[in-house]
């Protein structure tokens, strides 16, 4: 029978006596098969005490052996791709190319498509696109093409060359060229940042083999590769020289002044095509390895140094297309290129009308945490000053969060004209992805001319590829992809307990994160403040901190954001007066405690195969976090000598 029609073609009188019903039925079933899904991960063989991880997490990859992702938030990434890719199924074009009406959708519709007919990458295709200058192939194409042709040496200039690339946001040969909010005058604007490269060079056998794909004769792709080598061995030493005086403000006439043999200013206009006035000051770190690099470069075969910033350009838009040419694939190449149009598109689409309940739900949770968060700094355990408290309780109460990182303001229109200069070629994915990237970084730059958004109406253009929330310092501000607001981590009708055990979990330890080392600084409107930094030195907050790195940590301000994000997701939650809902639901005979801790594990459950960026492990994550907490202990009985009991408990706030 078909139900829809049914609803349909009933009275508005007798509507809301269906609702209702059908209401509590969505309700039961997010609920039960989150359950379902949760005993479904758990190895009852092993000992939750002896090993939490492998206990709620054991059996998750059994249960996901055949499909792409290997962890929780690839998951839930992965149920986003498909629904745009449903969405593109049928998809038909509102405007058109000739007519130059197409509209945001059409464009992500295109760029899409033409990403699904590219059979491979040409990475020859990139190079006839973009070369060092008007007037100038790349040595190695050149060479290609007539082998016995010289390349005119002299038309060669490394720096407008770097400029010109750096306009499709390539960055990471010889300079670093990235755009920094002042964080200690005004974090509403934005500073040129200009610094040495920290990446690696690709391996000689990669190298190689993309000279070979590009025509290059096998031996001489072998050679080029050694020289670059070789060469890239000289630049490291030049990493190596110290930067005496850290991150400076200086005007483009100072810095003329002070190393006139690096055209700075020229360097600037290229990228910006428009003169900064000399007056204008950008950040400068490193500039002895600059004197040096410029040194190098000049005694530097002119065709040495294009064929290295050729490589590294190369490489780059490899990395940045889509891997292969696949449906996902592709959906994840639209959503890094066009996150803006993708974000919006997702929220007319798929929230539509229940906006504001998810908005609504989510300022609810948001404003508890922060009030069981305000609660626990008033107690003051780290007997902190009362101006120091003063200061975080401030920084505390005017944090925010944005949801789908969209300006508030942003309307079909807003997207379009975001978008009005990109006309997809549906012909040519590198010359579209050419496209998107120059566009991206020349937004990038208009915000060191445009009047500062309100808060509300900030978005930060990222590279779009985190579907978990995130932190920014000098914003005081939590982004909230939509990509999360959907189970297993989020559903505005799931029982608090599971709410609080990922989402609730993942948004305190956000929310925290303006509270560790490195973020207790910044103040409530993102400025570095001597009274934050105070804090660093405080006996109490220094031997937090000692404590928590052991075991020894590369991430201890994430560390921090997990022992703090539990405690107070874990008090929100089952504190005696809380408004939330922490009792026995009737779908499960699980204890809502263990439910909690259960839930908590989901956000790290996968198959361990990712690298971890800038945090431990998964596994490892989980289990320092929860052994270190005391309420968990208690309620699985952990006892002393369980490897998930320490005897010696941390202290923080
Ligand atoms: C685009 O232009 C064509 C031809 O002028 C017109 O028929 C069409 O309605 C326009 N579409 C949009 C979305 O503006
Ligand atoms: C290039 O030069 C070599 C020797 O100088 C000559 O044998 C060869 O024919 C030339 N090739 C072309 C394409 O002109
Ligand atoms: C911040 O402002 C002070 C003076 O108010 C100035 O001395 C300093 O150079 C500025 N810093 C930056 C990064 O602009
Ligand atoms: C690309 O996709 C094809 C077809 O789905 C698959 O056979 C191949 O293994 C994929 N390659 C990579 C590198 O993922
Ligand atoms: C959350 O807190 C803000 C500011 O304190 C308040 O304006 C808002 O109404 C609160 N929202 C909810 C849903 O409690
Ligand atoms: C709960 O609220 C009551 C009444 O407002 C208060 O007396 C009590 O101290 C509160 N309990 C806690 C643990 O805050
Ligand atoms: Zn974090």
């Not at 040409?122 to 093409?145: C, G, I, T």
């Not at 040129?192 to 290059?216: H, N």
């Not at 891997?323 to 996150?339: A, I, Y």
């Not at 993942?506 to 490195?518: D, R």
Request: proline share 4%; glycine share 4%; hydrophobic share 40%.
């Amino acid at each position: 029978m078909n139900l829809h029609r049914a609803l349909t073609s009933l009275t508005l009188f007798l509507l809301p006596l269906l609702i209702h019903p059908a209401r509590k039925g969505a309700f039961a079933s997010v609920n039960e098969n989150q359950i379902q899904a949760i005993t479904s991960y758990v190895d009852p063989l092993i000992n939750p005490c002896d090993d939490y991880y492998r206990y709620a997490c054991g059996n998750w990859a059994n249960v996901h052996s055949n499909e792409q992702y290997y962890e929780v938030t690839s998951l839930m990434d992965h149920k986003v791709n498909k629904r745009l890719i449903d969405y593109f199924q049928n998809y038909q074009l509102e405007g058109s190319s000739e007519a130059g009406n197409e509209t945001y959708t059409d464009k992500l519709f295109l760029y899409y498509q033409t990403c699904r007919r590219t059979k491979s990458l040409q990475l020859k295709r990139y190079l006839q696109l973009v070369r060092p200058s008007s007037h100038l192939d790349w040595q190695l194409m050149l060479e290609v093409r007539e082998p016995n042709a010289t390349w005119p040496a002299e038309r060669f200039n490394w720096l407008f060359t770097l400029a010109k690339l750096r306009r499709y946001n390539f960055k990471g040969a010889f300079i670093e060229h990235i755009l920094l909010l002042d964080v200690d005058n005004d974090s509403n604007r934005y500073l040129i940042d200009l610094d040495k490269p920290t990446d690696k060079l690709a391996d000689e056998i990669v190298i190689a083999a993309l000279l070979i794909e590009l025509g290059v004769e096998r031996a001489r792709a072998i050679d080029v590769a050694k020289q670059l080598h070789k060469f890239e061995e000289r630049l490291l030493i030049l990493r190596d020289i110290a930067d005496k005086r850290g991150p400076q403000s200086i005007s483009l006439s100072k810095l003329k002044d002070e190393m006139p043999e690096v055209p700075w200013q020229l360097y600037l206009q290229l990228v910006l095509s428009y003169t900064l006035t000399e007056d204008y000051e950008v950040q400068i770190n490193n500039r002895e390895y600059f004197r040096a690099l410029n040194k190098v470069l000049e005694n530097t075969e002119p065709s040495l140094i294009d064929n290295y910033i050729m490589v590294k350009f190369a490489l780059f838009l490899m990395k940045d297309s889509a891997d292969n040419f696949t449906k996902m694939d592709c959906m994840w190449d639209v959503r890094k290129k066009m996150e803006l149009a993708v974000n919006f598109l997702y929220k007319q689409q798929f929230y539509g009308g229940s906006d504001a309940k998810y908005i609504a739900d989510v300022e609810r949770i948001f404003n508890l945490t922060r009030r069981e968060f305000s609660a626990r700094l008033k107690n003051n355990r780290m007997k902190l000053l009362p101006n120091q408290l003063e200061f975080l309780q401030s920084k505390l109460s005017a944090m925010r969060f944005n949801i789908g990182n969209l300006p508030a303001s942003a309307d079909e229109r807003f997207i379009d004209k975001y978008y009005a200069d990109v006309h997809i070629d549906p012909n040519n994915y590198h010359k579209n992805q050419l496209l998107l990237l120059k566009l991206r970084s020349r937004k990038e730059h208009d915000q060191l001319t445009a009047p500062a958004p309100s808060p509300s109406d900030y978005y930060f253009i990222s590279d779009g590829d985190s579907c978990t929330p995130y932190f920014l310092f000098p914003k005081n501000l939590v982004i909230i992809p939509y990509a999360f607001l959907q189970p297993p981590a989020y559903h505005v009708n799931m029982h608090d307990i599971m709410k609080m055990g990922i989402f609730g979990f993942v948004l305190t330890h956000e929310i925290m994160h303006g509270f560790e080392y490195s973020g207790v600084r910044f103040d409530s409107s993102g400025i570095t403040d001597w009274l934050g930094k105070s804090i660093l030195s405080e006996d109490e907050f220094v031997s937090g901190f000692e404590c928590l790195s052991y075991p020894k940590t590369d991430s201890l301000d994430e560390r921090a954001a997990d022992f703090m994000g539990i405690r107070v997701a874990y008090d929100t939650l089952f504190h005696p007066n809380s408004s939330m809902n922490a009792r026995q639901p009737s779908f499960t005979d699980i204890t809502p405690r263990r439910l909690f801790f259960l839930n908590v594990a989901q956000f790290f459950c996968g198959n361990l195969q990712p690298t971890f960026y800038e945090h431990d492990a998964d596994d490892v994550r989980l289990r320092q976090t929860l052994k270190q907490f005391e309420a968990f202990t208690l309620e699985y009985e952990c006892k002393p000598g369980d490897a998930m009991f320490v005897e010696k408990r941390c202290e923080l706030y």
